[in-house]
């Protein structure tokens, strides 16, 4: 112990947890707490040019977002929403709890809300398990199925036509190969010539959805990931909580988790609009 | 930092900003609140505020939400302010990133249209609708 350090009859002992390098664990609190912020700081670039992305995919192509967010459910987004924001408040409360040396509430607290991440989860996988099944995906994967293919496969499979091979690449704006199959005829190789019968969808369709499911997915999915990240330092806080580590003298592990678990529920509050409710 | 600070947490030095359950749960409800009016501005039209109008309602409603969280869940209004500066910068940051890359996110939308105009049926097969 440095003999800088005066002696205080109040605090007896130096704390256990305080790290020779730091005055007081006030100070060495700060002091993770503002490295946490940093790192929180990098958490918010990375999703950054993810939102980047966002914004010029959808000033350039707002058709395509108005055009595919209906296959989003708002309600689904709404609920994921709440549980987010449910999870945030158990969590604050978690960190009182914590500073209150209150270990069973602290565990609730810390048990709640991997509940609610859980249950986020769980949302997730069936709203992206519908998608999966509808061909609602990325890039070359997004193969709709609830609709006529673009150049209209599906029409040519109702009207007893030779359902198309499995395209080898998805409908994109410049790639046609797999509709021109050999020995076909037509202008679109899939439709007899002069067969003018209207499309499914005869409104002007709008292409390149796929751009708005690559956003999806990868927006979503970073952000899933991060969820899951925060589920397992839960578990350990959790865990370290179980063995009575934390109390109103040391609870630095379980704010941290807690700001980290802010930030996941902060790029939610961003993505749900942004994705669910285009308008 | 007082040289009569404690090695201790005490009343008088605690460690962090202890914010009371009741101010976690009313900043809770106010969340939910504006979730809730979030969804419902969509069961409405917009389109005073141009094609997207909604988004900017949207945008408005999350950052007072994220700044809910922020100052009362993440202590940031009891911490210290450099903390908010760390925040801000990034959020700065951010906005600058997307500014910028917007300015010319159109710059090829000429050439892109020129090179579907040479062969529109081969180049864009989309625009060739029967």
């Known amino acids: 112990m440095s003999t800088s350090r005066p002696a205080d ?9 305080l790290q020779h390098h730091f005055t007081s664990p006030a100070q060495q609190f700060e002091s993770v707490v503002l490295g946490m912020w940093l790192f929180l700081a ?62 069973r509430l602290l565990r609730i607290m810390l048990a709640l809300t991997i509940a609610c991440g859980l249950g986020f989860l769980g949302i997730k996988y069936v709203e992206y398990k519908h ?61 007899a010539p002069g067969d003018t019968t209207p499309l499914v969808s005869p409104e002007p369709k709008v292409h390149n959805v796929q751009l708005f499911f690559g956003v999806y997915f990868a927006l979503t999915g970073l952000h899933a990931v991060h969820v899951l990240a925060g589920l397992v330092l839960l578990g350990w806080t959790l865990w370290r909580a179980a063995l009575g580590h934390f109390s109103a003298a040391y609870f630095t592990p379980v704010a941290m988790v807690g700001l980290y678990w802010h930030v996941v529920d902060l790029i939610w509050i961003y993505l749900f609009p942004l994705l669910y409710l285009i308008h | 930092m007082s040289p009569s600070e404690p090695t201790r947490p005490t009343a008088a030095h605690p460690v962090g900003h202890h914010v009371p359950l009741r101010v976690l749960a009313a900043t809770l409800a106010a969340l939910l609140v504006l979730t ?50 760390v925040l801000i910068s990034a959020l700065l940051f951010v906005m600058l990133f997307c500014a910028l890359t917007l300015m010319d996110a159109r710059a090829y939308q000429p050439d892109i249209q020129a090179y579907r105009d040479v062969d529109p049926a081969h180049y864009a097969p989309d625009l060739q609708r029967p």
């Not at chain 2, 419902?40 to 900017?56: M, Y």
């Not at chain 2, 309602?57 to 700044?67: D, E, F, M, R, S």
């Open chain 1, 9 to 17: 009859s109040s605090a007896g002992a130096p704390a256990p947890h």
């Open chain 1, 42 to 103: 990098t958490e918010i670039l990375l999703f950054g040019g993810l939102f980047c992305a966002y914004a010029v995919y959808r000033a350039n192509h707002p058709e395509i977002f108005e055009y595919a967010h209906v296959y989003l459910s708002k309600s689904l987004g709404a609920v994921n929403t709440a549980i987010l924001l449910v999870s945030s408040f158990t969590m604050a409360s978690a960190v009182w709890a914590a500073q209150q040396s209150r270990a």
């Open chain 1, 131 to 191: 998608k999966w099944h509808e061909g609602l995906l990325w890039g070359k994967l997004y193969r709709p199925q609830h609709e006529a293919a673009p150049f209209s496969a599906h029409h040519a499979f109702e009207h007893g036509q030779t359902p198309p091979a499995a395209p080898t690449s998805a409908p994109g704006d410049t790639d046609v190969s797999w509709v021109f199959t050999p020995g076909d005829t037509g202008p679109r190789g899939l439709l």
């Open chain 2, 36 to 85: 809730f009016i979030t969804v419902a501005v969509t069961w409405f039209s917009w389109s005073d505020f141009g094609r997207a109008g909604n988004i900017w309602i949207a945008l408005v409603i999350a950052t007072l939400k994220a700044a809910l969280v922020a100052l009362y869940f993440m202590h940031l209004r009891y911490d210290r302010p450099f903390n908010a500066v």
